[in-house]
């Protein structure tokens, strides 16, 4: 089965300083790779998605995602964090064509301080 | 486009009783899926619905079951509810290269 794992369980970050959340996937085939946000008393929000092309993705809020293939890993990024950023980051992998089932791994809690 | 909604946000039952829970995709999306999120176990897939059929279904018991209309909104049914069902239930809808858009979820509480 799929597995999904987030290096980090919380991320302690002061504002203006750079962010890296890795995660890596266990499935050896094609994948779809997604990061998602929750902030606090917010629902799930997709802030980018990788489905092939160029390995480097950007997405909203100035976030960006590298997809190294060879590593099974798909790594979140910013360069400055700011307080608005705090909220728990999810990365989730779709396997295969057809039915659409993410696997999500357990979430990173990400607080900056101000 | 009106993102995914779900009702209702907040429900309390007891053990034994069964609920019912809607979600209503966004329009023109014809997969939906729900996952069950917990503060143990994270986020865990139930199942996906695509055109009123059963496309996948995650390690859920039987107790847990869906379903899809015509016009693509879905209900998600328990029965016989535990404490352990207690979660945040939330619904996700999807176009095939877009990725999946999540509702607020349905926060369920079992006494």
């Known amino acids: 089965a799929q597995s999904v794992s987030q290096h980090n369980h919380h991320v302690i970050l002061s504002e203006a300083a750079s962010l890296e959340l890795g995660c890596n996937y266990s499935?050896?085939?094609?994948?779809?790779l997604f990061w998602y946000v929750q902030y606090p008393g917010q629902h799930l929000q997709l802030l980018l998605k990788?489905?092939?092309?160029?390995?480097l993705v950007k997405g909203i809020k100035g976030f960006e995602a590298e997809f190294i293939k060879s590593k099974f890993a798909f790594n979140l990024r910013k360069p400055s964090v700011q307080w608005s950023d705090t909220a728990e980051y999810f990365c989730?992998?779709?396997?295969?064509?057809?039915?659409?089932?993410?696997?999500f791994g357990k979430g990173t809690k990400l607080s900056v301080i101000p | 486009k009106a993102g995914v909604t779900q009702t209702p946000r907040y429900l309390i039952k007891t053990r034994g009783q069964q609920v019912t829970l809607s979600c209503s995709p966004i329009?023109?999306?014809?997969?939906v899926s729900w996952y069950q999120q917990t503060p143990g176990q994270g986020l865990q897939f139930l199942f996906e619905?695509?055109?009123?059929?059963?496309?996948n279904k995650g390690n859920f018991p039987g107790r847990f079951s869906g379903r899809q209309f015509s016009n693509s909104r879905s209900e998600m049914n328990v029965s016989t509810l535990e404490l352990g069902d207690s979660a945040l239930y939330l619904c996700?809808?999807?176009?095939?290269?877009?990725?999946?858009?999540f509702g607020p979820g349905t926060r369920l509480t079992v006494l």
């Open positions: 996700a809808s999807s176009l095939v290269a877009e990725g999946q858009f």
């Open positions: 499935y050896g085939g094609t994948v779809n």
């Open positions: 989730a992998v779709k396997s295969g064509a057809g039915s659409y089932q993410l696997t």
């Open positions: 619905y695509f055109s009123e059929t059963q496309r």
């Open positions: 990788y489905f092939s092309g160029d390995p």
């Open positions: 329009s023109g999306h014809r997969s």
